[in-house]
């Protein structure tokens, strides 16, 4: 059982009750975010302190790269931080590999919806809280596109025909997976690669035959994975992507204000998205695990959840949070539509990537198959089926 106070929740220790109040002077946690300037994160520091004066915070700011390659190596050398945030994709590999310590059901259990739930959860227990999601739907110039699409079909249709811009194709797991998932299929099952199979090549054959009729290919060669570049010089006039670029968008275009849309991600035979987002992890390494749990405790109540939209731009994944005016109200971005709404769709059926070790290794192997079939060099179906044959070995491991 737990008792509210407010915004506030009072739960279950996650070691040895009292940790900060029995020890002699505040118990220090260890934070490293890798949020950069825009971080929601180290402006509240202060409040928490204030509001929790038996716990301090020695909070670290690191890039998002520099975070993916220390965070494993400080775990192994027992150099890890207390609370850590972690990329959506990372967390499979981190949790198969026990990196990551188990958090209390509650509240976690009645803040979510069923999709960031199953993301959080392995081996029966929660191992990160959602801070921010990511779930894709469909970004189009409404003065050029005047009915979204909502099939696949639709949506090549649209493409072949749109007289300025194009549809944005990009090589990766992130958009392969969202056509996959929306096919039926899935990435691995029984330790075993399936993506390989009708629905993966049917969702790989749909992004080629995009790329073909109406889509403009965005590799790295473009040196901008937003795809910013090419909304500001016409290039690009639909896409595929999550609530963050909302926030690219008002930032990068300023001058295309009113001129778009957003709509869900048109769909072959149902709905789906890729989950991705941030997770507040606590590594098994901590010393400091009950104090570290408050902390992002805090950070999960409504009135900071929404400071990860107006401080970071990104979209805060607790349902009370969503409800809050400042993701509701219209935007005037967005010609005064409510766009929340849309991505909050997306996320009710999104799915996590697979719960394994070996996933970076997956990753980098789907991404290779999906750019060798996009640029024409092997069919969907053998670059899927080769793809998969790496992947079957890398499980055995």
């Not at 104090?291 to 900071?304: E, G, V, Y």
Request: charged content about 20%.
């Amino acid at each position: 059982m737990h008792r509210s106070i407010g915004a506030l929740v009072l739960l279950p220790c996650l070691a040895a009750c009292g940790t900060a109040a029995t020890q002699k002077g505040p118990t220090t946690i260890t934070v490293w975010d890798y949020y950069g300037s825009a971080t929601p994160i180290k402006p509240v520091v202060g409040e928490f302190e204030r509001t929790h004066p038996g716990i301090k915070v020695d909070y670290q700011a690191y890039d998002y790269e520099t975070m993916r390659q220390k965070y494993a190596t400080a775990v192994s050398g027992g150099t890890a931080p207390d609370v850590a945030t972690l990329d959506m994709t990372w967390i499979p590999a981190y949790a198969a590999k026990k990196t990551l310590a188990p958090l209390p059901d509650k509240p976690l259990d009645t803040l979510y919806g069923k999709g960031a739930l199953e993301a959080m959860s392995f081996d029966g227990h929660f191992v990160t809280a959602l801070y921010d999601f990511d779930a894709y739907a469909l970004y189009y110039r409404k003065d050029l596109i005047k009915d979204p699409p909502k099939t696949w079909n639709d949506l090549i249709a649209t493409a072949a025909h749109l007289k300025q811009g194009r549809f944005q194709v990009l090589p990766d797991t992130f958009h392969f997976t969202q056509f996959l998932f929306q096919a039926g299929g899935d990435l691995v099952q029984g330790g075993k690669a399936v993506f390989q199979g009708p629905q993966g090549v049917r969702a790989l054959t749909q992004l080629h035959d995009l790329l073909k009729r109406g889509g403009v290919y965005w590799g790295d060669d473009q040196g901008d994975s937003s795809g910013i570049a090419g909304v500001k010089d016409g290039r690009i006039a639909m896409f595929l992507n999550g609530p963050y670029m909302m926030g690219v968008l008002k930032d990068g275009a300023p001058d295309q204000k009113g001129k778009w849309a957003v709509a869900p991600a048109p769909i072959d035979v149902q709905p789906g998205s890729y989950l991705g987002g941030t997770g507040l992890s606590i590594p098994v390494t901590s010393e400091h695990r009950d104090a570290a749990w408050q902390f992002i405790q805090f950070l999960l109540q409504p009135r900071q959840q929404v400071k990860v939209f107006t401080e970071a731009g990104a979209a805060p994944a607790t349902e009370a949070a969503l409800k809050d005016p400042a993701l509701t109200s219209p935007d005037p971005y967005f010609g005064g539509q409510q766009t929340f709404p849309v991505f909050q769709q997306a996320l009710a059926t999104a799915r996590h990537y697979p719960y394994v070790k070996q996933w970076t290794d997956i990753d980098r192997a789907v991404q290779d198959a999906v750019t060798t079939a996009l640029l024409d060099k092997k069919s969907p179906q053998q670059a899927l089926s080769d793809a998969a044959k790496e992947v079957d070995d890398l499980l055995v491991d």
